[in-house]
């Protein structure tokens, strides 16, 4: 039968995905109690007597809380995790990864991976966890990711306005293990010279990357029919413009008829514009840049 200790200590855990260690729980409700509710399956471990409600067992919340109540001056999250903690990017990671300056000899659950790091840093306290310093927590996660979502996650990184593209370049100095590190040297040049996407990183390394582009400003600002506009790239001598349509954001009908409206008032100002999709630059580059160059020189053979 169950027991007003049990079925309070069942409650208190069922409210929120928030850990809690052992010692308290018996001060609260008694070892019985709580050893009974995990016989039961109500309350399960995630930890080393760090326990959580069921029903939290796989959550991202209770798992960093119970990383802040096992090891809260020792261990510090980082990667993919941290980044989250810091709004760096929306996605939930399934493994959290953590970092300590002495070994842990303790093996963790498959979703909590610990390394240990001899590289100084600076730690802050959110939501209840330690965790390291936003520009390292870029790095960190530069390096666990594969290389097409690293360069994504980076570009989303610096457009939060979180964290700088110079900082992080200086910072990586002191990673001696830094992953792809020119290829985030020049990824980090780029966003601080103005790319502000991943199409526009895809178009700017992979398809206009030769001489024969180098006349293209990026983010520019111009002013057309009474509206200001921030252009992905901009040839100013032969005044053709190129826009990098993303799938997000150019397949609505109303965001169709802005387009439109764009075209139609950068062109009141003698722009021509040339957009460009997804599949454009990621499955026929050549296409692209062989529509640009002829544009480019009907252009300037006309002025």
């Given at each position: 039968?169950?027991?007003?200790?049990q079925?309070?200590?069942?409650?208190?855990?069922?409210?929120?995905?928030?850990a809690?260690?052992?010692?308290?729980?018996v001060?609260?409700?008694?070892?019985?109690?709580?050893?009974?509710?995990?016989?039961?399956?109500?309350?399960?471990r995630?930890?080393?007597?760090?326990?959580?409600?069921?029903?939290w067992?796989?959550?991202?919340?209770?798992?960093?809380?119970?990383?802040?109540?096992?090891?809260?001056?020792r261990?510090a999250?980082?990667?993919?995790?941290?980044?989250?903690?810091?709004?760096?990017?929306?996605?939930?990671?399934?493994?959290?990864?953590?970092?300590?300056?002495?070994p842990?000899?303790?093996t963790?659950?498959?979703?909590?991976?610990?390394?240990t790091?001899?590289i100084?840093?600076?730690?802050?306290?959110l939501?209840?966890?330690?965790?390291?310093d936003?520009?390292?927590?870029?790095?960190?996660?530069?390096?666990?990711?594969?290389?097409?979502?690293?360069?994504?996650?980076v570009i989303?990184?610096?457009?939060s306005?979180?964290?700088?593209?110079?900082?992080?370049?200086?910072?990586?100095k002191?990673?001696?293990?830094?992953?792809r590190?020119?290829?985030?040297i020049?990824l980090?040049?780029?966003?601080d010279?103005?790319?502000?996407?991943y199409?526009?990183?895809?178009?700017?390394?992979?398809?206009?990357?030769?001489?024969?582009?180098?006349?293209?400003?990026?983010?520019?600002?111009v002013?057309?029919?009474?509206?200001?506009?921030?252009?992905?790239?901009?040839?100013?001598?032969?005044?053709?413009?190129?826009?990098?349509?993303?799938?997000?954001?150019?397949?609505?009908d109303?965001?169709?008829?802005?387009d439109?409206?764009?075209d139609?008032?950068?062109?009141?100002?003698?722009?021509?514009?040339?957009?460009?999709?997804?599949?454009?630059?990621?499955?026929?580059?050549?296409?692209?840049?062989?529509?640009?160059?002829?544009?480019l020189?009907?252009?300037?053979s006309?002025?």
């Amino acid at each position: 039968m169950t027991t007003t200790s049990q079925r309070a200590l069942g409650e208190l855990l069922a409210t929120a995905p928030h850990a809690w260690h052992r010692t308290e729980l018996v001060k609260k409700f008694s070892r019985h109690a709580l050893d009974q509710q995990l016989s039961e399956g109500a309350v399960v471990r995630v930890l080393p007597a760090i326990y959580v409600g069921r029903q939290w067992r796989d959550s991202f919340d209770a798992r960093l809380s119970a990383i802040g109540i096992w090891a809260p001056r020792r261990l510090a999250v980082t990667g993919l995790a941290g980044a989250r903690l810091w709004f760096l990017t929306d996605q939930t990671p399934r493994r959290i990864d953590v970092i300590g300056r002495q070994p842990l000899h303790v093996t963790g659950p498959p979703w909590l991976r610990i390394h240990t790091t001899t590289i100084d840093g600076t730690y802050f306290r959110l939501n209840g966890v330690r965790v390291q310093d936003a520009e390292d927590v870029v790095l960190r996660t530069w390096n666990t990711l594969d290389p097409q979502a690293a360069v994504s996650f980076v570009i989303g990184a610096i457009r939060s306005g979180r964290v700088s593209a110079r900082v992080v370049a200086e910072r990586q100095k002191a990673y001696p293990l830094l992953k792809r590190r020119r290829t985030l040297i020049n990824l980090l040049r780029d966003l601080d010279g103005g790319i502000d996407s991943y199409l526009e990183y895809l178009a700017a390394t992979t398809v206009f990357n030769t001489r024969d582009f180098s006349g293209f400003n990026r983010q520019v600002r111009v002013v057309a029919g009474g509206r200001r506009y921030v252009l992905d790239m901009l040839d100013e001598a032969a005044h053709v413009a190129i826009e990098l349509d993303g799938r997000a954001y150019h397949s609505s009908d109303s965001a169709r008829r802005g387009d439109l409206e764009r075209d139609a008032n950068l062109a009141s100002v003698g722009i021509l514009t040339l957009r460009f999709t997804y599949e454009d630059i990621t499955t026929r580059p050549e296409w692209c840049r062989d529509k640009t160059r002829r544009t480019l020189r009907a252009r300037r053979s006309v002025s």
